[in-house]
């Protein structure tokens, strides 16, 4: 009978130690509310021509800084044909870039130079800093969207 008193004692005193109902730890994951609303608040929208695409975005300084000049209106970039396997445009402003060698293939976009945004419909193999993927095509849906001349992508943000 003791040892189930000291027991119970313990427990007692153990469930003292979390805190009450507004103690929260802090790893603690946000609520679903706030998760999907910071989801949001950093989602971007891309089209090429007239077509919508599905973005990955990396969780990088780039992306951010390319979130950031998409805050006051959509971002229009003009890219033109290189080498057979790529769109390139000038993005207008220079970006934070975290170079590493990369091998990418159809569908990839990467910043080059700090300032110029690649849209992959082959592969290459160069220093990049990866921006994101189009996660809705194929390669040859890619082929299709970039490779019968210029193009322009629109990045919004939201």
Wanted: include cysteine; proline fraction near 3%.
């Amino acid at each position: 009978m003791k040892i189930m008193a000291a027991a119970l004692a313990l427990c007692l005193a153990l469930a003292g130690c979390g805190g009450g109902p507004d103690h929260v730890a802090e790893d603690t994951p946000a609520p679903a509310a706030e998760q999907d609303r910071t989801e949001e608040e950093r989602a971007m929208n891309m089209t090429i021509g007239a077509t919508a695409v599905t973005v990955a975005w990396e969780d990088n300084a780039a992306v951010e800084a390319l979130r950031a000049l998409c805050e006051n209106g959509p971002l229009t970039i003009r890219l033109h044909m290189y080498g057979g396997f790529e769109q390139v445009g000038d993005i207008g402003e220079g970006l934070p870039a975290e170079d590493a060698q990369t091998t990418t293939q159809a569908g990839d976009i990467v910043l080059y130079a700090g300032d110029q945004m690649v849209v992959f419909y082959g592969s290459n193999s160069w220093a990049y800093t990866r921006l994101g993927h189009i996660t809705d095509q194929t390669a040859d849906g890619m082929r299709q969207l970039l490779s019968n001349g210029d193009v322009t992508v629109t990045v919004t943000a939201g």
